[in-house]
């Protein structure tokens, strides 16, 4: 199978800020919103907003932008994991603006990306609360960004929302900018429309069989793809509860999260693969007695990329607490797709497969037994809901048979309509077409990512900006780095990267590791690390290091969402700026 093409119904009619309205008309006093602040009490302090109430702070945000903003304008979003948020995002929503989900400037290590995503949007007006309103204050001072008004949601009174003019949204209207992680590159503002939030929201609800009795639960940002869809879009669809809490609080406690979830029967929830991985390591025997699983609907597993082996560990770990191994569903997305894109099959296990390494890497899928001697497992990504999904020659744009590796093309109503303000890489990335082959509602999108087709399931296999390709032989950066995090004890799990650099005999491999926390600076042996890892990655990829250099934990520039940005790697390692572990 080379495709998988799936036609939609009608267009999208409806918006986000309308299904507030409906679910607020029909079920005031039912819970909208759960928040569980950890800061204010270790067990979690809960505040409840319905959706009268959320109803309100909406209309009082839309009232207060619509006299101050033109219909597109771009409205940035500046506040913590709080409803506060969901309600400033739906009132510029509301108001016809064109929201940009960001965060606060606390957030470390990512004051530059912040600024960076300010000046490219150009947002003139900023929405945050009173407890962060004065660092945002002072960090639009500090870097002289455009912003011309602060707002802070929570001191609006619910008054004014009676004022609020209504405002015609078509689906064709830009909703609000979804800036992409920064992980392959610079952020990059995708525009996302009404009609592409509700067509992937309808999309996802239908992949993991979201219904009446469910509730969300989530820590991911509320900032990222991911987060905001999960937490915000579905929930509108289905009238549904969702349970927030804040990212340092799941990071802090992971066990937080699986108690959410616990408490919360027919819970839907999403996490990238690190996270199930940190769960099984850090949550404790007597925790795992106080939580019962079996309940739990939808664990939908993304973001990054999806190895069995932590799948494995997770449901070891929780089996006792009665998880279910069906709930967990691996899946496929970006950014430009909104988010969501292919889904593995419901009520059934992961399907893991095997394949021989060398062939995989050349393009050719042959499977071999788990067993084999140089074998690479992958996890099928099932099939697409209402999309099309094509695996093309990237060089060509023709489609790939069943069992190559090709370039992932997504078309249908929920991708995007380009990057904000850069024509010439939209047009590159979004306005593709196929010979032969038509695409469902619109042109095909390029997503960058390879992947392949197998008894008509997606397997993704890496991305093409990722790729390292030495004397012609293409090698997996994510392949490498596991070989290289198993090559030595004082090589931290998850915290490893590899990429090629250019020297004067052509492309070279690099591989960048954090020191174990558990192994002191002075009791490294660099030596000793370097010799093991360029031994086991010549052993199972015939691939020659460059170098092999070993810094602090928790040194490795990543994105906003948490994952190690490969690019950003790249250009400290080229400019020495990752400090080593011990004496120079």
């Known amino acids: 199978m080379s495709s998988a093409i799936a036609h939609g119904g009608s267009a999208a009619t409806e918006d986000l800020p309308g299904l507030l309205g409906r679910w607020a008309a029909q079920d005031p006093d039912g819970v909208a919103v759960n928040h569980l602040d950890f800061s204010a009490h ?9 959706w009268r109430d959320l109803d309100a702070r909406v209309g009082a945000v839309a009232a207060w932008l619509q006299r101050r903003i033109g219909k597109g304008e771009p409205v940035a979003v500046l506040i913590g994991q709080t409803p506060d948020y969901i309600a400033a995002f739906l009132g510029a929503l509301r108001a016809g603006a064109a929201a940009v989900p960001l965060f606060t400037p606390d957030l470390p290590g990512h004051g530059d990306r912040l600024a960076s995503v300010l000046r490219d949007c150009a947002a003139g007006t900023v929405l945050t609360t009173q407890d962060s309103a004065p660092a945002v204050a002072a960090f639009i001072e500090t870097h002289r960004l455009p912003v011309g008004q602060v707002v802070c949601v929570d001191t609006l009174p619910t008054a004014i929302a009676a004022h609020f003019e209504p405002v015609a949204l078509a689906p064709a209207d830009l909703a609000y900018l979804q800036y992409t992680s920064g992980s392959t590159g610079d952020p990059r503002g995708v525009m996302i429309t009404h009609g592409n939030v509700i067509a992937n929201a309808r999309q996802a609800v239908r992949a993991y069989n979201v219904r009446r009795e469910s509730v969300t639960v989530s820590w991911l940002p509320l900032f990222h793809d991911m987060g905001l869809v ?3 879009a579905a929930p509108m669809m289905v009238g549904i509860r969702t349970v927030l809490m804040d990212p340092l609080a799941f990071i802090e406690r992971p066990e937080r999260w699986l108690r959410a979830l616990s408490a919360n029967p027919v819970a839907v929830t999403a996490a990238p693969n690190f996270a199930y991985a940190y769960c099984a390591a850090r949550v404790s025997d007597w925790e795992k007695s106080r939580l019962r699983l ?5 664990l939908i597993d993304g973001s990054e990329p999806v190895l069995p082996g932590i799948i494995d560990r997770f449901h070891t770990a ?3 607490c009665g998880l279910r191994p069906e709930a967990h569903r691996p899946s496929y997305g970006l950014a430009e797709a909104t988010v969501f894109v292919s889904a593995s099959t419901p009520d059934r296990p992961a399907v893991v497969r095997h394949f021989e390494r060398t062939s995989l890497a050349a393009g050719k899928a042959v499977e071999v037994s ?9 996890v099928s990504c099932g099939q697409p809901i209402d999309q099309g999904v094509l695996v093309v020659d990237p060089k060509t ?5 069943e069992g190559e590796v090709g370039e992932i093309w997504v078309a249908g109503p929920n991708v995007g309509q380009g990057y904000w303000k850069r024509p010439q890489e939209s ?6 077409a196929v010979s032969g082959v038509d695409a469902p509602d619109g042109p095909w999108l390029a997503t960058g990512d390879l992947g392949m087709w197998c008894d008509g399931e997606l397997y993704i296999t890496g991305r093409i900006k990722d790729l390292i390709v030495v004397d012609g032989r293409n090698h997996y950066p994510h392949d490498v780095e596991r070989t290289a995090e198993g090559a030595h004890a004082s090589i931290r799990p998850r915290n490893v990267v590899a990429f090629s650099v250019s020297g004067p ?3 070279q491999a690099v591989v960048v590791a954090e020191r174990a926390k558990t192994v002191a600076p002075e009791a490294l042996d660099r030596a000793e690390v370097d010799r093991a890892v360029r031994a086991a990655v010549a052993e199972r990829h015939g691939l020659a290091l460059r170098e092999v250099r070993v810094v602090e934990p928790d040194s490795l520039p990543r994105t906003s969402s948490g994952k190690i940005s490969r690019t950003a790697c790249r250009e400290r390692y080229l400019t020495t700026v990752l400090t080593e572990t011990g004496p120079a």
């Open 42 to 50: 270790s067990g979690g302090a809960q505040t409840s907003w319905t």
């Open 230 to 232: 999960l937490s915000v």
């Open 294 to 298: 079996e309940n739990v609907g939808v």
């Open 318 to 320: 929780f089996a006792g």
């Open 370 to 378: 788990a067993d084999a001697e140089d074998v690479v497992a992958l």
């Open 397 to 401: 744009g023709q489609p790939r048979p």
């Open 427 to 432: 047009a590159r990335a979004f306005h593709n």
């Open 505 to 507: 005999d052509g492309e």
